[in-house]
């Protein structure tokens, strides 16, 4: 047509072009009319903080989600993917957090997995072979693709996946915080495979909390915030980290903190030296009838904390709760005191299958027992108690925990923590997926909680979150304590922000 | 952090080592113990010779079955998935192939006959397992009770098998396929479970559906994803353990000249424990046809073997506890691979 | 009316229904009584008072090694070497007691009391049982490969004892008593009035106890239990505990009755009671199905063999109709509860 608009010409020499693109949750819109463009060749870094609407943009990159509205090209093509393999034929490749290699073939088999030239079912010599092997050598030469995956490590096994990627003529990879579970050489290694890439016709999408990743790596960033796309600069345009956290933060944080009262300087719970896989010696206490938080980005250790002082994982370090040593499960946690609310609240924390008054007593489920037989009548009342407590919007205590909204199966959760009689408290991205109103009160109870004396931990990736309602918070990068910040005096968010996302901090 | 340019240590190569290699060094021990032992007691064997040809030839003729399952089995097994019906589908077959014999029909087409039942019977575990999406175990245990009981059905009342008598009469080649030697003293039936293994090997080897059966029980998601249609390779995987399940059934009833509606009683269990001690992960994607074939060498030779050093009525015991090493040892090396 | 009105009042009605649990139970009970009429009209004089009590106390053996299969399967894990063990649990029995001045190898045991004898029995088979926990809990392997090795190794043993046949001779005068003692001046003998009481334990004690409660969790979501505090692998090892000796006893029951330790006794025992398990409704998955449910699966298994031999089709059919009728169950239970689900 000759009404070839400037946009469309200038579109096909775009890897990759953004239009309006919106996605609505229910109540939420986690991607508001979001348009920029990738151009081609170039690694194009995504930045924002948590629930800026970078993961959502992903999903509807890789055919995990579709938009609610707006439209996505390459090189000036319409691309609507309905699934990851639809995306993938259409020449988009994503490395996920989840490695899909297969452990038990050997590199080369993986490389070629599905794309096979084969006769009457045989396998057939054929150039695949050939051009995979190159494309690998070119981009990582020290892999032997004849090595089984098994024998590889994490990093390797991520750049076979892009190899892969690549040799099945991907021209755009996507890659979600490829970084998390590599060492830094293995950082840099992955680093000189995205470079290599980069200059054999590939785009990357490089999705990291890490800034410094972002400087290194990065030609172009498209900055993110509340599902609104900031801006799309070079990053050589781009004044040093500060400029991109003030775009990353651009307003300042609202949060109702009021300071609480002095809280005796009673430490009930003492951690020293807490190491694992992910936890590089972390040391802090807390005192009884504190709140604290822990601030930091995904993968960098909070959950890992809190599944270690519960005995749900194992690591090395001191564990004294109330003079009592470390729990070796969840068990003796929780006989200790300890209570902890799960990250995933619907695989971990509820029995979705059950009753809500089935679920809350399981913390505790012998208080609720005289010689072993179960006292259902006492279940009913306790179950009708927590839910006029907390306020969960029933109108049955036997509705099973599946049909209730996300808030509600919250208080259920927490409920099950009360009941068994937590001195401590450990929350776990306590209001992930809970509605405005629900997590007002569930702060609510917290502080309540609180003030009656518990000692109370929130691991959190929402800064909002801690902020509101935390009295001290530590904040965490790369399974390290890296700072510790007083809540209540001026709060200097874009030194947090630096902080965690690696910008080093006052270590303690 | 690892680094892939340093080399192995010492410990670690044997370890290697022993992993590639123990099911032959097991089979070369079982071999030497059973050679040295005092076999005298038991007429089967001559005077103190387990290795003499007579001897060797029995014991290949009655492992033809197993045999000629292990391969299969072993891909199946690779795949992630089960299947506890092989011994009633090769009681069926060699009901089937009996009663066909017996009748009047010659041996070629009996023999395709039956191997259609076995296609049959192994589609019907694929449809169960795949597009109604029973649980394996469960749905192969429901066509074991299935199989098993059709095959008793095809037996008259009062009769324990298909055999002659009654005015019928069994026909003079049936025996020929499970005993007769044709090369090297060894029958057909010998000759078809090495050829069925070749087959296997080959197909594990040089053919999509072995690198895909090793996906589909390695990484069902990254399988999925690379466009490999792993419901088509797991019911492939189901109708060729049903094929090789009629072979060993045909053996079975042409070694034992008759159709025996229990005869392949067990064989489930016989085929995981080889499967098992040759390596082949029960969480699936790893495992060789071949090692199988190896671990069912062993188990035969123990089990035939043992007759001459205790009684008849050890074999149960043994096979029971060497299933629950297997399992136990199987499940040791996984381990120290996936922590290393 | 608003949205939410109706919304709201649609929950309400839901949360008066009976639970799936409850709803397929009732299924199962609602089947077993239609096949019992149904067999009634087909069959002639099927349709009598003594035809519904031996459908039970024909079945006492398989119902009992039920309670302990079903429990297990609630928790996620199966148990297929309980037919093994009554072999084995017999058979130790009788030689235990056994005396030892016998004329030849079989007939001369250990020459304990009979009640000594039923005891170490009773060790032996939660022996069994033992290995059974350490290979599932601490090996982790797979329960179906497991408990097919104890399988094997419980008769294995049981035949090594009896050579491969039976003992039924040189045993003290009383070592019959239990198995044939009649009770309450009716023909109805032990080991049925027992089998009775255990089903009200076993509902007792998967009802109203936490005992109960710790299956059903452990089996639903082991994650979430284990992150509630439920010692999952304790709980594991006191089921596969129980189920054993529950299996021995019905072993050394079968062995009082009959005199005899037969290596053969209990063959497919495990079989049944995994069937009679599907039939009631339990999930293979874990977390759902009840004692009352596998019950009444037994029930249907035994209406449907015995009127099949009523019917004149030869004892061949039994694998046949098993096959068909678990099929039946599955395939009506998944399709029930979507329905439903959807609904």
Redesign the interface.
Known sequence: MIVQTAFAANAQEKALSIRDLTKDYPGVRAVDAVSFDIDRNTVHCLVGENGAGKSTIVKMLTGALAPTSGSMAILGRTYEPDSTQDARESGVGTLFQELHVVDQLTVLENLTLGMEASRFGFLVKSDLEGRVVKTLAAIEPTIDPKARVSSLSVAQKQIVEIARAASSGASIIIMDEPTAALSEREVERLFGVIRRLRDSDVTVIYISHKLDEIFELGDNVTVMRDGKHIATKPLADVNGRPELIEMMVGRAITHDYEPRGDIADNPVLTVKGLTNHLLKDVSFHVKGGEIVGFYGLVGAGKTEVARAIYGADKADGQIDFKGRKRAASPKEAIAAGIALVPEERRTQGLFTELAIRRNIPIMNIRKLASFGVFQDEREKEVAREYVGKLGIATNSIEKYAEKLSGGNQQKVVLSKCLFADADMLLLDEPTRGVDVGAKSEIYDLIRDLANNGRAICIFSSELEEVLGICDRVFLMYDGRIQAEIKNGTEVDIPHILNVVTGGGGENK | MTDLTQSPQFGDRLKRFLKDYYIYLVLILVVVVLSTANLDKFPLFERGNFLSERNIINILRVSAPILTLAGAFTLLMISGYIDLSVGSAMSLSAVVYALLAINGVPFVPAFLATVLVGVLLGAINGFLVIRLKITPVIATLITLSLYKGIALLLVEDGVSAIKSGGGLKMPGWFNDYGRDGVFFGLPWAFWVAILVTIAMIVAQDRMKLGKYAAATGGNPMAAKLSGIDTARTVIILYVLVGICAALAGIARSSFMSLGDPLSGDGMELTAILVVLLGGTAFSGGEGRVLKSFIGALIIMSLTVGMLTLVPAYFQTLVVGTALLLAAASNHLVSRKDSES | MTDQAVA?RR??K??NRL??EMFITSLVAGAAVALFLLASILVPNFFQFQNVVNLVTNNWAVISLGVGVTFLLVSGN?DLSVGGIVALSGVLAVWFAQATDGANALSSGWGMPTWLAMVCALIGAMSIGA?NAA?VVA????S???T??????????A??V???SQRNTNLPADFGTLGNMTMFGTSIKLPVVLMATLIFVAVFVER???????T??IG??P?????????NARHVVKLYLFSAVMAGVVGILLASEFKSGF?NRGTLME?DA??IS?LGGVA??G??GSVIGMFFGAIILATVTSAATGLVL?P?????????A??IA??AQTWALARRHAG
Do not use: C, E, H
Not at chain 3, 148 to 157: K, V
């Open positions: 709201g929950l309400a839901q949360d639970s799936d199966f290995v290979f090996l982790r392997v797979p179906i490969i497991v097919l090795g104890t399988m094997m190794l419980a008769r294995g043993i035949q090594v009896t050579q491969g109203k106890t936490v005992f109960g409660r710790l059903y969790l639903a979501n994650v979430a239990s284990r992150l509630s505090g439920v010692d290596s079989f995994l069937v599907l293979i998955a977390g759902f030869s061949d059919w039994q694998f046949t109709l098993k096959a068909i678990v099929f599955i395939m």
